[in-house]
């Protein structure tokens, strides 16, 4: 059973700090990863998309994948209050059906 | 760019009542299209996907069906809803790996 696993949080942040999301995957076989942001009632936005050994930046978010440590995470700086939302790892499911395996989430709260 | 378009936004059933939920998508041809359920406070679990016309793949064994009569329309069936067919469904068409969602169909099962 392919798995990815984050921790549901919540994680709290003051406004202006870095908040830190991690994600652990099952499968060796992925190649490509991925963070997702939902707001509560609304469908999942892709924010970040990785799929080499590093870390991948995008104005304030960088993400980082370690494929031997089978372990993606996403950094948000200067988070704020509108980062307040859960945020969705996912890894595709390696047999070229672009199939994407969800994490349960981690819901991120930042603080005014 | 691609829009997906999904209803209805919300939808209360009875139990034991059918339900069809359509989505179809503007923008691309030939995508990849899934629906995903995700349950209160839950992650997103695969239901189905479509790589092509007439041709679903099911993840999860359970009352629901889906077909896809065009290239661009994915619906997703039940004869007889369960309470615990409750949940978000999601659309998702696919492009380069990645996927994008449509709005959702909140539906309450009673």
């Known amino acids: 059973q392919k798995e990815v696993e984050q921790n549901s949080g919540p994680l709290s942040v003051p406004e202006g700090a870095i908040a830190s999301l991690n994600c652990t995957y099952s499968?060796?076989?992925?190649?490509?990863f991925f963070w997702y942001r939902q707001y509560s009632g609304k469908s999942p936005e892709l924010i970040m998309s990785?799929?080499?050994?590093g870390d991948k930046e995008d104005g304030r978010f960088t993400a980082q994948l370690n494929k031997a440590s089978q372990y993606v995470s996403l950094l948000i700086r200067d988070s704020q209050p509108s980062d307040s939302a859960t945020y969705l790892c996912a890894s595709e499911g390696g047999d070229s059906s672009y199939k994407l395996i969800f994490g349960s989430g981690t819901r991120l709260l930042v603080r005014p | 760019s691609q829009t997906i378009h999904q209803w209805p936004a919300t939808l209360v059933q009875p139990v034991g009542s059918p339900l069809s939920l359509e989505c179809t998508v503007e923008g691309t041809s030939n995508p990849n299209l899934y629906w995903y359920r995700q349950a209160a406070g839950r992650g997103l679990q695969l239901l189905f996907y479509?790589?092509?016309?007439?041709?679903i793949s099911s993840e999860v064994p359970q009352n629901l069906s889906a077909s896809r009569p065009q290239d661009r329309q994915f619906i997703l069936s039940s004869k007889k809803l369960l309470l615990s067919d409750s949940g978000f469904y999601l659309c998702a068409a696919g492009r380069d790996e990645k996927l994008f969602f449509g709005s959702g169909t909140q539906l309450s099962v009673l």
């Open positions: 990785i799929y080499s050994n």
């Open positions: 499968d060796r076989g992925s190649q490509s």
């Open positions: 479509s790589v092509g016309i007439g041709q």
